[in-house]
């Protein structure tokens, strides 16, 4: 089905996107109110702080609960900002409405979970507010999406996605894999539905933070949620991937803005290369695959199996290191023609079981 949108205004200006900022979590009332009035002073559009911080393990803090909330209202009535918290419950959402917060987001947990979208759906109907939705924790495209059809069918009509990246068990620079293509592709699917960078879940550290914007900026996102601290260092959670206000400004004042509607003369003119070079690449496929299919006859009719591990090794890694060569990621090289190869694998099955 169709998302049922209506346009959400975002607040932004030419030189900067539309920004959410704040703490990982409301900690006291002293911390908050200084990082809002700090990030008001800078020019945020709209503050955010987790009431509710269910952590991986018990143990650690897990938010102050209903007793932030007032001082959410405060921030909203002494800085103007708009203010917005994570809700994970039906009862996350009757509190956090009855306080005044005007927008809500589903985190990454609570998305991977039908039962619990559900149940904020149910929560939802008949109530005119904005809801933003991260991506699951794993990479799952069509969750994503039926997680918010699920809210989209309780009447909720302003929406946006939150791209957060996805958890992967390996040791990797990214606290959370980008995987960029997917949230390129639900635009492609859904373009009318915003969609918001979280570079500070994605990168987990401080340092990532500015080039993961800058690259959320290049791909025609409409917006950041930043995680903003008066004093990260001391943060009660996330504390590597907060920022100062200061910081933040600074990193915001170096960002291009791209636009998406100035299309030149001369990026037609690459387009058309990039057309062109697309034709020439499923050509070659298309070639290659007729010579996988004489392989594959060749090896029915000398009793041959399909799978040569020898070969196939040999293939990964000989391309692996071209790709290196030619400027590009061996890893990328290396699954293109994993995927070339099972194509190849299964046009010699049809081949040898006709």
């Given at each position: 089905?169709?998302?049922?949108?209506?346009?959400?205004?975002?607040?932004?200006?030419?030189?900067?996107?539309?920004?959410?900022?704040?703490?990982?979590?409301?900690?006291?009332?002293?911390?908050?109110?200084?990082?809002?009035?700090?990030l008001?002073a800078?020019?945020?559009?709209?503050?955010?702080?987790?009431?509710?911080?269910?952590?991986t393990?018990?143990?650690?803090?897990?938010?102050?609960g209903?007793?932030?909330?007032?001082w959410?209202?405060q921030?909203?009535?002494?800085?103007?900002?708009?203010?917005?918290?994570?809700?994970a419950?039906?009862?996350?959402?009757?509190?956090?409405?009855?306080?005044?917060?005007?927008?809500?987001?589903?985190?990454?947990r609570?998305?991977?979970?039908?039962?619990?979208?559900?149940?904020?759906?149910?929560?939802?109907?008949?109530?005119?507010?904005?809801?933003?939705?991260?991506?699951?924790v794993n990479?799952?495209?069509?969750?994503w999406?039926?997680a918010?059809?699920?809210?989209?069918?309780a009447?909720i009509?302003?929406?946006?996605?939150?791209?957060?990246?996805?958890?992967?068990?390996?040791?990797?620079?990214?606290?959370?894999?980008?995987?960029?293509?997917i949230?390129?592709?639900?635009h492609?699917?859904?373009?009318?539905?915003?969609?918001?960078?979280?570079?500070?879940?994605?990168?987990?550290?401080?340092?990532?933070?500015?080039?993961?914007?800058?690259?959320?900026m290049?791909?025609?996102?409409d917006?950041?949620?930043?995680?903003?601290?008066?004093n990260?260092?001391?943060?009660?959670?996330?504390?590597?991937?907060?920022?100062?206000?200061?910081?933040?400004?600074?990193?915001?004042?170096?960002?291009?803005?791209?636009?998406?509607?100035?299309t030149?003369?001369?990026?037609?003119?690459?387009?058309?290369?990039?057309?062109?070079?697309?034709?020439?690449?499923?050509?070659?496929?298309?070639?290659?695959?007729?010579?996988?299919?004489?392989?594959?006859?060749?090896?029915?009719?000398?009793?041959?199996?399909?799978?040569?591990?020898?070969?196939?090794?040999?293939?990964?890694?000989?391309?692996?290191?071209?790709?290196?060569?030619?400027?590009?990621?061996?890893?990328f090289v290396?699954?293109?023609?994993?995927?070339?190869?099972?194509?190849?694998?299964?046009?010699?099955?049809?081949?040898?079981?006709k």
């Open positions: 089905m169709e998302l049922e949108l209506e346009k959400l205004t975002l607040p932004s200006d030419n030189e900067r996107p539309f920004v959410i900022a704040g703490p990982c979590s409301a900690e006291t009332e002293e911390q908050v109110m200084k990082t809002a009035k700090d008001a800078k020019g945020c559009h709209m503050f955010r702080a987790g009431v509710w911080k269910p952590r393990k018990p143990g650690g803090f897990e938010g102050n209903e007793k932030a909330l007032p959410m209202q921030v909203k009535k002494e800085t103007g900002m708009l203010v917005a918290t994570e809700v419950t039906p009862e996350h959402v009757e509190l956090a409405l009855k306080y005044g917060i005007d927008i809500l987001w589903i985190g990454a609570t998305t991977a979970n039908p039962f619990a979208m559900q149940a904020l759906a149910d929560s939802l109907k008949g109530i005119d507010v904005p809801v933003f939705v991260k991506n699951p990479p799952d495209l069509e969750l999406i039926g918010m059809e699920r809210i989209n069918q009447g009509k302003k929406m946006a996605a939150i791209h957060r990246g996805f958890s992967s068990y390996d040791k990797k620079i990214y606290r959370n894999m980008p995987m960029w293509q949230p390129i592709e639900l492609r699917r859904i373009p009318d539905l915003p969609i918001i960078c979280d570079p500070s879940h994605i990168g987990g550290r401080r340092e990532l933070v500015a080039p993961l914007c800058q690259q959320a290049d791909l025609g996102f917006g950041l949620i930043v995680e903003s601290h008066c990260p260092d001391c943060a009660w959670s996330d504390a590597k991937q907060q920022v100062t206000p200061d910081v933040l400004d600074y990193i915001l004042s170096l960002l291009v803005v791209r636009s998406e509607t100035n030149t003369e001369s990026i037609t003119l690459l387009r058309h290369q990039i057309d062109d070079l697309d034709n020439q690449l499923m050509d070659l496929l298309s070639k290659r695959m007729r010579v996988c299919r004489e392989i594959g006859q060749y090896k029915k009719e000398h009793n041959m199996t399909i799978l040569q591990a020898a070969r196939y090794n040999e293939i990964l890694e000989k391309r692996g290191a071209q790709g290196a060569l030619c400027g590009m990621d061996s890893d290396s699954q293109v023609f994993e995927k070339i190869h099972e194509e190849s694998v299964r046009q010699q099955m049809e081949i040898i079981n």
